[in-house]
């Protein structure tokens, strides 16, 4: 087995260790974790618990396009929760009204994870509206991947 003996060294190895993963698997992965947590945030917003609920349509947009990341680069994706950024690093063609809505939806990972950011949670109704445009998106991402 090679041994790294400097700082570069031990990067090309990582790099290299990068390849032997199974980017199909990934994508896999990706793909099908997305699905679940959809599901999840569509209960969970039709059960009124909307700050939950778009939290996780955030999560399942992230992870179908961490699924398009690896396609894409066949590598593994970044750990990054930027939907925008992931659009970007999954080479798919700028849309406008698809990039707002990612923007729009980064909100949503902001507030699950920082209480600072908390704001009024939307109401079921404004959950709905944000889960029906950024279904359209979620189903032409996975149709992508």
């Not at 993963?21 to 699905?35: H, L, M, P, T």
């Not at 939950?52 to 955030?58: K, T, Y």
């Not at 179908?64 to 939907?83: E, F, G, Q």
Request: net charge positive; charged share 30%.
């Amino acid at each position: 087995m090679k041994k790294a003996t400097n700082k570069k060294d031990l990067l090309v190895l990582l790099r290299e260790g990068n390849s032997m993963v199974d980017i199909a698997k990934q994508i896999v992965f990706w793909r099908d974790s997305a699905k679940e947590d959809w599901e999840v945030a569509r209960h969970l917003v039709d059960n009124g618990r909307t700050r939950h609920g778009l939290f996780f349509a955030h999560l399942a947009l992230e992870k179908i396009l961490k699924a398009l990341v690896c396609k894409y680069s066949k590598d593994l994706a970044p750990k990054l929760h930027n939907l925008s950024r992931l659009s970007e690093l999954a080479g798919l063609p700028p849309d406008i009204e698809n990039m707002e809505i990612l923007a729009e939806m980064n909100a949503f990972h902001i507030e699950g994870r920082y209480p600072e950011s908390l704001t009024k949670p939307p109401t079921k109704e404004e959950a709905a509206n944000y889960m029906a445009r950024a279904g359209k998106v979620f189903q032409w991402l996975m149709n992508q991947s």
